[in-house]
């Protein structure tokens, strides 16, 4: 076992619904390949001693299996059937991490990650103990009450990516509060510790593919890359 073990739990449990698709997300085709193996790819890539687990609804494992021997896909990783909710499935990983350092939660379908931006979230997460990637919003932003609504400084915010990473026994122990509807993400749960979240730098390559104009863009960006 290494001094500051890094695992990535890659949670992808798209239904493939806003993308129009029967067939879930993490499986559409990116370049002659699913989606999901680009992603575990990029992970593989920063550090191919890794513990990678990937977080797939149950009856989508044996699928999954089937397209990565139809691939030839041997990059070590474990599965774990997802739960119900996010919420669920990212606690099913967890369970299933096996060593302490930091651990980081990334989308399955944010397949253009960097392993700059990877190596930064771990960095900043070993050190203080949580890390969250993030982008400015580049749009102006309005806030809506009801049938008002005004203008506020879009300098406050911030559009929230993954991975998000963070100190392993910290993130389970945040894991075992009860689940709320607020809990939109990891670090909305460690939050709710009293835990401070520190953001670091993402990307506005670092998009997520939830709809066929993602898609198109995807392709985009594969073939500059």
């Known amino acids: ?16 619904s806003r993308m129009q698709s029967n067939l879930p997300k993490q499986f ?6 699913p989606i999901l193996m680009h992603t575990i790819r990029r992970f593989y890539a920063y550090n191919p001693a890794m513990e990678l687990i990937v977080v ?4 989508q494992i044996a699928f999954w299996e089937e397209l990565c021997a139809q691939h030839a896909f041997e990059m070590q990783h474990k599965v774990v059937a997802g739960g119900a909710t996010r919420f669920q499935s990212v606690k099913n990983g967890l369970a299933a991490v096996l060593q302490n350092g930091v651990v980081a939660v990334h989308d399955g379908v944010r397949p253009f990650v960097s392993a700059g931006i ?3 979230a771990f960095h900043v997460a070993r050190e203080k103990g949580t890390a969250v990637v993030s982008v400015a919003l580049k749009d102006s932003i309005r806030e809506v009450q009801g049938e008002t609504n005004q203008a506020v400084d879009r300098t406050s915010f911030r559009l929230i990516q993954t991975p998000q990473c963070f100190q392993a026994e910290l993130l389970k122990k945040a894991y075992e509060l009860p689940e709320e509807s607020t809990f939109t993400d990891d670090a909305s749960v460690v939050e709710k510790l009293g835990t401070k979240i520190n953001l670091t730098e993402g990307s506005y390559e670092n998009i997520k593919i939830t709809t066929p104009e993602d898609l198109l863009w995807a392709e985009v960006l594969h073939q500059k890359r």
């Open 28 to 33: 559409l085709t990116l370049a002659g390949q």
């Open 56 to 59: 797939l609804p149950h009856n």
């Open 1 to 16: 076992m290494t001094a500051n073990p890094e695992t990535a739990i890659i949670v992808a449990g798209g239904s493939g």
């Open 118 to 120: 990877i190596a930064e």
